[in-house]
Every structure is written in structure tokens, then in C-alpha cells.
């Protein structure tokens, strides 16, 4: 069984346009993240969601919005794409607050190539 | 400056020899330290987890944190070319939500 999965795996597209990523995980988990990954492997935090509340917005042009349906989902739409928006997006799950551990859990990742 | 500075690489080496991979962080309040292994064209996977100071062993791999001088190694012992990957080192602080990471060694196990 998948852990997290994210749809779809390749996204190409052209500039302008407005794309979604979905991302499910099953693992119970009550905090869902974005992360955008960069040519060079920076992995760099985009958003937090923790029992479907934003508790982390880094600083991301607000053409890029996250909605959470529920806590075991977490997508994300972006307006109109720009070439600079190429990249990795990983989704990734953890259990929260309470004592227990902090560890994440990956997604497979959508590689966004924007023409 | 960067909350957590890890050398990129590329580190190549022979099969069977010890690798060293390294971070430094800046933050005296990070708490949870966590090395993860990242294959190409895949998520990256969790290795190891430590809380706190001290070292930690799982098989091949072994993780120590030094707080003290905030810095954090894994060892990889006996290398195999199964272990060439991206090594992201990445911590946290309670209440845990927000995780900082490394940009990543990569990491070649020649046979």
C-alpha cells in the first residue's frame, strides 16, 4: 500500500497556465506538507497543514494556493505558471503534536516542466 | 545564512569503505535530527532518527549529534553501490511542525 501518494507524477506545461497537484497519504498522519525541490536538491518548505489549519506559509507567491478537503489530503493549485515554477513537488505526511514522532513521509513527487 | 549547511559532494568511493556525511546547523533549539536517503527520480526516504544529543545505530549506518558543537554525522560502514544516493540531512524543533534541510550530498559507491 501506497504510504503517500501524489498525482500526477509529470506535469507539462505551458506558461500561463493553472495546474493542481493532489496528494493522499493513509497513514493516519495529521500534518501534510509541500515542499518544491530545485534542480540543485533544495528542498525547500512551501506549506504545512495540521488537521486541514494552515500553520505554515513560507514565502510563496500567491499564485500558488494549498487546499486541504481533509486530513488525509492536501493539494495544491497554481495560477498562472510561470517558467521559474519548474521544479520537483513533494507532498509528505507526519504525525504532529503530542509527544510522538516527528518523522515525514515522502510522496514520489511531481516533476512540473513549464514551456 | 542558511539554517542547515551540508556539503553537496559529489562524494565518490570504493566499494566497502566508510563514508562520513556531515551537517552543520545554526539553530541551538533544533531538537530532532534526521538523515534521510533520496534515490534518483524518487521522494526522499527516511534513514534515521535521533532526538537530542548521542549516537544512534541501525545496521550499516550510524548517527551522531553533537549539540554542543551543532553539528551532525552519519556513517555509513561497508558501503555498497545499493547506497549511492542524495543523503539530506534535515531537524526540528518542538513543536516538530517545521523541518529545515540540508541541500543534500551526493553520494557514489563505485564496485
Known amino acids: 500500500d501506497t504510504a503517500v501518494s501524489q498525482t500526477p507524477k509529470y506535469l507539462v506545461t505551458q506558461m500561463g497556465n493553472d495546474k493542481s497537484i493532489k496528494c493522499e497519504q493513509n497513514?493516519?498522519?495529521?500534518?501534510m506538507y509541500w515542499y518544491k525541490q530545485d534542480s540543485k536538491k533544495f528542498l525547500k518548505i512551501m506549506f504545512s497543514?495540521?488537521?486541514?489549519?494552515?500553520?505554515i506559509n513560507e514565502t510563496v507567491p500567491n499564485r500558488f494556493s494549498p487546499k486541504s478537503p481533509d486530513k488525509a489530503h492536501l493539494n495544491l493549485h497554481i495560477n498562472s505558471l510561470e517558467l521559474g515554477d519548474s521544479a520537483v513537488y513533494f507532498c509528505?505526511?507526519?504525525?504532529?503534536?503530542?509527544?510522538?514522532?516527528?518523522?515525514?513521509?515522502f510522496g514520489p513527487g511531481t516533476r512540473l516542466t513549464v514551456t | 545564512q542558511k539554517e542547515v549547511e551540508q556539503d553537496p559532494g559529489p562524494l565518490s568511493v570504493p566499494e566497502g569503505a566508510i563514508v562520513s556525511l556531515n551537517c552543520t546547523y545554526s539553530?541551538?533549539?533544533?531538537?530532532?535530527f534526521m538523515w534521510y536517503r533520496q534515490y534518483s527520480r524518487k521522494g526522499p526516504e527516511l534513514l534515521m532518527y535521533?532526538?537530542?544529543?548521542g549516537n544512534k545505530e541501525d545496521g550499516r549506518f550510524t548517527a551522531q549529534v553533537d549539540k554542543s558543537s551543532k553539528y551532525i554525522s552519519l556513517f555509513i560502514r561497508d558501503s555498497q553501490p545499493s547506497d549511492s544516493a542524495t543523503y539530506l540531512c534535515?531537524?526540528?524543533?518542538?513543536?516538530?511542525?517545521?523541518?529545515?534541510f540540508g541541500t543534500g550530498t551526493s553520494l557514489t559507491v563505485i564496485p
Open positions: 535521533t532526538y537530542s544529543s
Open positions: 509528505a505526511s507526519s504525525q504532529g503534536s503530542g509527544g510522538v514522532t516527528y518523522e515525514q513521509y
Open positions: 534535515a531537524m526540528s524543533f518542538p513543536p516538530g511542525n517545521q523541518f529545515y
Open positions: 539553530n541551538s533549539a533544533f531538537q530532532y
Open positions: 497543514y495540521n488537521n486541514k489549519e494552515l500553520i
Open positions: 497513514l493516519g498522519h495529521d500534518t
